[in-house]
Nanobody, 115 residues
Framework: QVQLVESGGGLVQAGGSLRLACVVS????????MGWYRQAPGKQREFVAH???????NYADSVKGRFTISRDNAKNTAYLQMNSLKTEDTAVYYC?????????WGQGTQVTVSS
């Protein structure tokens, strides 16, 4: 059974930084393209970034230049470094494969950016 567990969220002021982590268990992490997604209150879940097996990345325009996705295949972990955070980045952040699988969604981690 594949499990994805996100951590690292919290409350931060606008302009601040956070680093999210996603640990994957129950499967061969290195075979997946891994993605980060987010869902703000009252909005649909949206794509944030993904990283392919050997490093190529892709970002949503709204986070390009501020967020960096990375992975450590030895630790079965994907990361999302978020800098220059804005209030509009407030959301629950989830990791999943890319494209996402419905049976892989975890609890997510809350990121709240205050003005």
């Amino acid at each position: 059974q594949v499990q994805l567990v996100e951590s690292g969220g919290g409350l931060v002021q606008a302009g601040g930084s956070l680093r999210l982590a996603c640990v994957v268990s129950g499967s061969t992490f290195s075979q997946y393209t891994m993605g980060w997604y987010r869902q703000a209150p009252g909005k649909q879940r949206e794509f944030v970034a993904h990283i392919e097996r050997y490093g190529p990345t892709n970002y949503a325009d709204s986070v390009k230049g501020r967020f960096t996705i990375s992975r450590d295949n030895a630790k079965n972990t994907a990361y999302l470094q978020m800098n220059s955070l804005k209030t509009e980045d407030t959301a629950v952040y989830y990791c999943n494969t890319s494209p996402a699988r419905n049976d892989y969604w975890g609890q997510g981690t809350q990121v709240t950016v205050s003005s």
